[in-house]
């Protein structure tokens, strides 16, 4: 496989995954979703829950059950049509059930399930798997056939990007613990599930499906901030495809998660330093923009950012300088262009 082109095996694995994810509950369709992979969880009396929610709502989530109740590494939604192949994404499964208060025995199989997935491939899923991504390849894609130039990022924007992430993540998180407390009961139903809100998946999945999802609710201060703000961050993420390369995978929480994985993962990126020539075909060919391929001179080469998209050991010139691992294994390498 020295010789593969990598990028002629991904883009038909990210469709692949796409329709799975999207259409998998139609693909896999029952007369009866019985049974679950995982125990189910169910919301509490009183709870607010995404299926409670009146059709039109912005959080209104049909009750159709996925064909695997579990919540894999990606940006698997809750709003896809018909319940999808998956249940959510990790950052619902943790704000529903930090609101729902539910004892952790109930929610410990769906969390292991995505640190094992998590641990084994760390974010092969956002570069391989995850739809948003997807999406914003397409829209990269469309972006080259324009002959429009990407931004460069600075170091501190990419500082400024990684805080976004993390006040998503723990904003989200944090606010979804305070309100299970009674006495912030009423304000549950307006703060349910905030990164949710405003996620651009939930405005996105359903079209897919052939479903308007809930493009405005003005019923209230709160549906109506959130309205808005989803918005917003929707042009965020058409933006950041189309003037820079992967930006939204630097502010996505679900990847923030993903990334505490990839140091320690049994897929690893290698490189033989005394191969290198530091000709910086690594670090161009990038999509997350890291330089440290060409720059580190050990072996081991994962960081938390790399989506493990393969770009830098498909352009290394360099005969075996750079290779992939899983358990040590090689999968495939760089080989010297002719």
């Known amino acids: 496989m020295s010789r593969l082109r990598i990028t002629l095996l991904r883009r038909p694995t990210q469709l692949v995954f796409f329709v799975l994810i999207i259409?998998?509950?139609?693909?896999?369709?029952?007369?009866?979703?019985?049974?679950?992979?995982?125990?189910?969880?169910?919301?509490?009396?009183g709870m607010p829950s995404t299926s409670r929610f009146e059709k039109g709502t912005i959080l209104w989530a049909s009750d159709d059950p996925p064909v695997i109740d579990t919540y894999p590494p990606s940006a698997t939604c809750r709003f896809n049509p018909k319940g999808g192949l998956f249940k959510a994404c990790i950052v619902h499964m943790v704000s529903e059930n930090l609101t729902w208060r539910t004892n952790i025995a109930y929610i410990l199989p769906g969390v292991l399930v995505f640190i094992i997935a998590s641990f084994l491939v760390g974010r092969w899923w956002c570069g391989w798997a995850c739809p948003l991504g997807t999406i914003g390849d397409l829209l990269t894609y469309a972006r080259k056939m324009l002959s429009l130039h990407y931004i460069e990022l600075t170091i501190r924007t990419r500082r400024v990007l990684k805080g976004t992430s993390h006040f998503l993540l723990w904003g989200g998180w944090g606010t979804s613990w305070l309100i299970g407390f009674e006495s912030l009961k009423k304000f549950r139903c307006h703060l349910f599930l905030p990164y949710c809100q405003v996620c651009p998946a939930r405005l996105l999945c359903p079209l897919f499906g052939l479903t308007a999802p809930s493009w405005r609710d003005f019923s209230n201060v709160f549906t109506s901030t959130f309205t808005i703000l989803a918005w917003a961050t929707l042009a965020i993420f058409l933006a950041a495809f189309v003037v820079g390369r992967r930006l939204w995978c630097r502010i996505c929480p679900i990847g923030l998660v993903t990334s505490w994985f990839n140091r320690g993962s049994p897929l690893q990126l290698k490189k033989d330093p005394g191969q290198c020539n530091r000709c910086g075909s690594c670090a161009d060919s990038c999509p997350m923009a890291n330089t440290h391929v060409r720059d580190e001179k050990k072996e081991d080469l994962n960081h938390p950012d790399c989506i493990f998209c393969l770009r830098c050991v498909e352009q290394c010139p360099r005969d075996r300088c750079l290779s992939l691992k899983f358990f040590g294994k090689r999968l495939l390498h760089s080989s010297l262009k002719t």
């Open 23 to 45: 259409y998998g509950a139609l693909i896999f369709k029952q007369e009866q979703h019985t049974g679950s992979v995982l125990p189910a969880i169910e919301p509490p009396e």
